[in-house]
């Protein structure tokens, strides 16, 4: 069963305007990723955030983590085109796969 | 370096067919994953391996689905008696140790079952 589960499952942005993906998973975990998928093609690693960290950077990526409410958001801050693309979220128990949601699709419009 | 890479990159099969699907993981990297992805949805975790432990195969649907990991390095997932359900894209991935850490993933092979 799906544990991350995305929000919204489609986003329509312009160009420069930030992007916000939420992410709301149902058991305990000792870390949650995001990744990209562009059209056609492999996943690629964004970021990971440890249970222990509340907030984590990355060049124009800013992740959050609540464990309370058992939920994460991802924000792109001045989208480009090139930033389209879907995004998922996986959360880790450490010895169990990493559970992967259904994504939220990305469209930033130039 | 070299990433993940995997082949075909797409296979059309008829239903009933054995097909074979490869993956060379980073070298180095201990950790060797596959997923399924089917049209507009996340990724299914399929089957891990880690070394020379026993894999995980929590996560294949049916008995006509295995794998190999020869030598720590190169996979090969097997699927025998294709079902149009089958089709899919197939991902492996790979990583330097188990579940926690990133995970690089390789194009995909594309499968098609008519």
């Known amino acids: 069963s799906q544990q991350g589960e995305e929000d919204p499952q489609a986003l329509s942005i312009q160009e420069g305007e930030n992007a916000t993906m939420n992410c709301s998973y149902k058991?305990?975990?000792?870390?949650l990723q995001w990744y990209r998928q562009n059209s056609g093609r492999g996943l690629v690693h964004l970021i990971l955030?440890?249970?222990?960290?509340r907030e984590k950077h990355s060049g124009r990526l800013r992740v959050t983590l609540d464990t309370s409410k058992k939920s994460s958001s991802l924000l792109i801050t001045a989208s480009r085109a090139a930033d389209t693309a879907s995004y998922f979220c996986?959360?880790?128990?450490?010895?169990?796969?990493?559970?992967f949601g259904k994504g939220t699709r990305l469209s930033v419009i130039a | 370096g070299a990433g993940v890479s995997q082949s075909p990159s797409n296979k059309v099969t008829e239903k009933g067919k054995d097909v074979e699907l490869r993956c060379d993981p980073i070298?180095?990297?201990?950790?060797l994953y596959w997923y399924r992805q089917s049209l507009g949805q996340g990724l299914e975790f399929l089957i891990y391996?880690?070394?020379?432990?026993?894999?995980?195969k929590s996560g294949l649907p049916s008995d006509r689905f295995s794998a190999e990991r020869t030598g720590g390095s190169v996979s090969t997932l097997t699927i025998q008696r294709t079902q149009q359900e089958d089709s899919a894209v197939y991902f492996c991935?790979?990583?330097?140790?188990?579940?926690?850490?990133?995970?690089?993933f390789g194009p995909g092979t594309r499968l098609t079952v008519t």
């Open positions: 991935a790979s990583s330097l140790v188990g579940f926690s850490n990133e995970q690089y």
């Open positions: 058991t305990s975990i000792n870390n």
């Open positions: 955030i440890r249970s222990n960290e």
């Open positions: 996986a959360t880790g128990s450490g010895n169990t796969p990493l559970v």
């Open positions: 070298s180095g990297h201990t950790a």
């Open positions: 391996f880690q070394g020379n432990s026993a894999p995980d």
